[in-house]
């Protein structure tokens, strides 16, 4: 933390199935392609042969797209209308709790809270929604150029895997701005004393579902972070997921299903950490004041 400057805490979310329901599968559904058979046949048979997951389902959607091919023509453009249909999608709880987070911060001298995603999934579509663009300082995801001669989606511009997250976790700790990496790549990797990074790990809290989180539960973990995990309770493997690879390994405090109003688990947690962090650096700058 910044002696004199205002602290900053970040809430960092996953996107797909941590605030909504997946978004690429309601994609594939909106142009008639079977979601079930697109992940467990077709992108697994990939993993099968080496596929790196995130580049495995990327690099299958191009194959889908162009003239007489199951997603026609998809262009970026497409990608945002769809994001813009996810508004309705949002999880229990959903816009209240960044207001209320605000408000928790508020409460305290000097301290406010930003919100951030970092998804594997599809930046355009992610970037579609309303409720995004309204609530979110920076969202990063896997993006995708277009062919210029036809509008269509062509190559894949950015992928986020599994450690590629924590790269993105140390851009918001550096107070690297999305739109500034996407010029210049390398920015993260400048040297930034630790006392002038204005989001430190410690004033973190990330909110994760899947196996291509735990990179960041670690990080975080490791640098005193906080991090939850969610999970589906309906669903057997993403409760056995939940035991076997969040909470036994100690990778998160708890796991909860995604719903964030004020006495849902995952929404009071949530709220209570930020305010218990708010309330830590209040005391450690009463501290310091006391022994000048």
């Not at 199935?17 to 467990?40: A, Q």
């Not at 951030?116 to 970037?127: F, R």
């Amino acid at each position: 933390m910044m002696r004199g400057k205002p602290a900053v805490l970040a809430v960092v979310f996953d996107f797909d199935e941590t605030l909504v329901p997946d978004s690429t599968s309601k994609l594939l559904k909106s142009r008639g392609v079977d979601p079930h058979e697109f992940w467990t046949n077709h992108v697994r048979r990939r993993l099968e042969q080496g596929f790196d997951p995130t580049l495995a389902y990327l690099g299958l959607i191009l194959d889908y797209v162009g003239a007489g091919r199951p997603l026609g023509c998809l262009s970026n453009h497409d990608l945002r209308e769809l994001g813009a249909t996810l508004d309705a999608d949002f999880f229990r709880g959903l816009p209240q709790l960044f207001d209320d987070l605000r408000a928790v911060a508020a409460a305290y001298s000097d301290v406010s809270v930003g919100f951030h995603i970092i998804s594997g999934g599809l930046l355009e579509v992610v970037a579609g929604s309303r409720m995004v663009s309204e609530h979110f300082t920076g969202v990063s995801g896997c993006e995708f150029a277009e062919d210029p001669a036809t509008g269509c989606i062509s190559e894949i511009k950015r992928a986020i895997t599994f450690t590629e997250k924590t790269r993105y976790l140390f851009e918001i700790n550096k107070g690297i701005e999305p739109q500034d990496t996407l010029k210049n790549p390398y920015l993260v990797n400048r040297d930034v004393p630790a006392d002038r990074r204005p989001v430190p790990f410690e004033n973190m809290i990330y909110v994760g579902d899947g196996l291509t989180d735990i990179p960041c539960f670690s990080l975080l973990k490791k640098e005193r972070g906080t991090s939850f995990g969610v999970f589906d309770p309906a669903r057997k493997e993403s409760a056995r997921r939940a035991f076997t690879e969040f909470l036994r390994t100690d990778r998160v405090i708890s796991m909860h299903a995604p719903k964030y109003g004020p006495s849902d688990e995952l929404g009071s947690l949530l709220r209570v950490a930020v305010a218990t962090r708010a309330s830590a650096i209040t005391l450690q700058r009463a501290q310091a004041e006391s022994s000048l």
